[in-house]
C-alpha cells in the first residue's frame, strides 16, 4: 500500500508554543491529506482537508486559525498548532489517498503525540 | 449529520472463537466501507474493505458483509489469535466527498 511518513512521533511543549507536524506522501502524490485528532480510547475524528495549492477545509468546530494547514506541494501537508494549550494535548494523524491509481484506499501517518504542559 | 454507529464498544473471546463486529451507517449514498485496525499507539492499519456494489468480502481470516437495504456492514473474524487483539474502527464514505467518518471503535480481547 501506499506510504505516509508523518513527524514527529512525540512532541512535549510548553503553553503558548506553537508546534508543526508534518505529513509526506512517500511513494506517491496527494492533492488531498485528511487530517485527524484522536483522543485516548476515541475514535478518529476528522479535522480538515488539506489541498495542494488551495485553502484546506474545516469541519465544524475545528478553529482554522489554531490549526493551521499547509499544503504546499503534492508530497507534502503541515499542521501547525498555533499557541497550544494543554487542552490541545492528544493524538494527531494525517492521511492520504493515492487518487492517481485509482485507490480509494486511505491510509494513515504514524500519528504525533502532542503533550501539551 | 453523517453518522456511523459501531458495536459492541468492547468485545472479549476465547482464542479459536469467532468475533463479529457491527456499524450502521446513516447515509444511504455511502459506496465505499473500509476497516481499519489500530493497536496502542499506533497508526490504523486497513485490514479490509468493501464497495457497496458488492453484499462479501472475505481475506483468509476476515470477512466484511453488507447490506445497503438495512445500511448494515460487519467486521467478521475467525479463529481468532492473540495478535487480533487491538481496537478496530468501522467507516463509511461521506456523499459527494472523499471523506470518511469513523465508528467509535471496539476494543477486542483474545485471550489464550
Known sequence: GAVVSQHPSWVICKSGTSVKIECRSLDFQATTMFWYRQFPKQSLMLMATSNEGSKATYEQGVEKDKFLIN??????????????????????????????????KLFFGSGTQLSVL | GENVEQHPSTLSVQEGDSAVIKCTYSDSASNYFPWYKQELGKRPQLIIDIRSNVGEKKDQ??????????????????????????????????????????????????FP
Open chain 1, 71 to 104: 499544503h504546499a506541494s503534492l508530497t507534502l501537508s503541515t499542521l501547525t498548532v498555533t499557541s497550544a494549550h494543554p487542552e490541545d494535548s492528544s493524538f494527531y494523524i494525517c492521511s492520504a489517498r493515492d487518487v492517481a491509481r485509482g485507490n480509494e
Open chain 2, 61 to 110: 481470516r476476515i470477512a466484511v458483509t453488507l447490506n445497503k437495504t438495512a445500511k448494515h456492514f460487519s467486521l467478521h473474524i475467525t479463529e481468532t489469535q492473540p495478535e487480533d487483539s487491538a481496537v478496530y474502527f468501522c467507516a463509511a464514505s461521506i456523499r459527494n466527498t472523499d471523506k470518511l467518518i469513523f465508528g467509535t471503535g471496539t476494543r477486542l480481547q483474545v
